[in-house]
């Protein structure tokens, strides 16, 4: 069985940073595609990073620049590096994985992902 445990959110002020953890279990971690996902109040679930079996990443035009997406193999934990955190990064953040491939176009989006965490929120002040 597949689980996703997120650890890492919290507060910060604007400017400041946070690393978010995604501890998985249950299913060959290696060869599986990973990304991160937040949402908002009232708003989508959007792609924020990806990063696939042979460490390929994809990345928000939102994020780009700031966030750095990475896996640890050895020891099944999906990361994302928060820096120069800004107030509109404000959202429930998820961790996600699934088995398939996926191009560059795929790798955000929330229906190429079959399994999901709880989330962990973030919330970055002004």
């Known amino acids: 069985q597949v689980q996703l445990v997120e650890f890492g959110g919290g507060s910060v002020q604007a400017g400041g940073s946070l690393r978010l953890s995604c501890a998985a279990s249950?299913?060959?971690?290696?060869?599986?595609?990973m990304a991160w996902f937040r949402q908002a109040p009232g708003k989508e679930r959007e792609g924020v990073a990806a990063?696939?079996?042979?460490?390929?990443?994809s990345y928000s035009d939102s994020v780009k620049g700031r966030f750095t997406i990475s896996r640890d193999n050895t020891k099944n934990t999906l990361y994302l590096q928060m820096n120069s955190l800004k107030p509109e990064d404000t959202a429930m953040y998820y961790c996600?994985?699934?088995?398939?491939?996926?191009?560059?176009?795929?790798?955000?989006?929330?229906?190429?992902?079959?399994?999901w965490g709880q989330g962990t929120q973030v919330t970055v002040s002004s």
């Open positions: 249950g299913y060959r971690y290696s060869n599986y595609a």
């Open positions: 996600a994985a699934d088995s398939g491939w996926k191009s560059s176009n795929q790798a955000l989006r929330e229906g190429e992902y079959n399994y």
């Open positions: 990063i696939d079996s042979i460490f390929r990443t």
